[in-house]
């Protein structure tokens, strides 16, 4: 098993920016895909963003250009740059993590999620 362990919410001010971090203690496992999802209180979990072990990246079309989201392979480290941040942002931002061998996912760990809030 895979545990994966958010870090860097808090409160920000509208406008603001906020860099939430994740690392993934992989074990004897191969960390594969990555990503940040989002869920405000009486929504659904939503992504918004991931990324692919060699770096490639995909975006909820509402948060391009001000988010981006980067990794560090060796450090099993993924993270999440939010600027332009807006009170709808707010959320428990949530970390994912596939694992399993060097050529097969065979499963996915969340971490526990960290709150963002942003407000005046």
């Known amino acids: 098993q895979v545990q994966v362990v958010e870090s860097g919410g808090g409160l920000v001010q509208p406008g603001g920016s906020l860099r939430l971090s994740c690392v993934a203690s992989?074990?004897?496992?191969?960390?594969?895909?990555m990503g940040w999802y989002r869920q405000a209180p009486g929504k659904q979990r939503e992504l918004v963003a991931d990324?692919?072990?060699?770096?490639?990246?995909n975006y909820a079309d509402s948060l391009k250009g001000r988010f981006t989201i980067s990794r560090d392979n060796a450090k099993n480290t993924v993270y999440l740059q939010m600027n332009s941040l807006k009170p709808e942002d707010t959320a428990v931002y949530y970390c994912?993590?596939?694992?399993?061998?060097?050529?097969?996912?065979?499963?996915?760990?969340w971490g526990q999620g960290t709150q963002v809030t942003v407000s005046s």
């Open positions: 994912k993590a596939d694992y399993g061998s060097s050529y097969r996912i065979r499963g996915s760990s």
């Open positions: 992989r074990n004897t496992f191969t960390i594969h895909d």
């Open positions: 990324i692919t072990s060699d770096g490639s990246t």
